[in-house]
C-alpha cells in the first residue's frame, strides 16, 4: 500500500512558477514508477509527466517539455514536480499517482492517487 499526499499548489500569475511535491508513504517506494497527471475545469484527466522508479526514465506530455521536470528522491519518498513558465491553460488540479515498477503516461495503469493540488495561473 502507498499512501500520497501532494502540496504545493496555489495561484500565481503566468509565466511564474511553482514546485509540487508528493510524500509517499510505504516502505518500497522506490520501487514504484511514479506519474503527474492534471484535470482541468470540464476537462478529462491528463499525463504530464512520470518516471520510473530510479528516475533514470522521465516522460513529459508535448504540453509541458521543455518547462516542467520531474524529479525524485527515493530517500525522502517524495516526488516534485517543479513547473516553470506557467500558462493559463496549465490550470488544473494535479494529481501525484503511484505504479508498480515501470512507470506510464496511462491514468489507468496507476494503482494508487493523492488527493490532489490546486494551480491556478491567472493570465
Known amino acids: 500500500q502507498v499512501q500520497l499526499v501532494e502540496s504545493g499548489g496555489g495561484l500565481v500569475q503566468a509565466g511564474g512558477s511553482l514546485r509540487l511535491s508528493c510524500a509517499a508513504s510505504g516502505r518500497t517506494f522506490s520501487s514504484y514508477g511514479m506519474g503527474w497527471f492534471r484535470q482541468g475545469p470540464g476537462k478529462e484527466r491528463e499525463f504530464v509527466a512520470a518516471l520510473n522508479w530510479n528516475g533514470g526514465s522521465t516522460y513529459y506530455a508535448d504540453s509541458v517539455k521543455g518547462r516542467f521536470t520531474i524529479s525524485r528522491d527515493n530517500a525522502k519518498n517524495t516526488v516534485w514536480l517543479q513547473m516553470n513558465s506557467l500558462k493559463p491553460e496549465d490550470t488544473a488540479v494535479y494529481y501525484c499517482?503511484?505504479?508498480?515498477?515501470?512507470?506510464?503516461?496511462?491514468?489507468?495503469?496507476?494503482?494508487?492517487w493523492g488527493q490532489g493540488t490546486q494551480v491556478t495561473v491567472s493570465s
Open positions: 499517482a503511484a505504479r508498480w515498477f515501470p512507470a506510464t503516461s496511462r491514468a489507468s495503469d496507476y494503482d494508487y
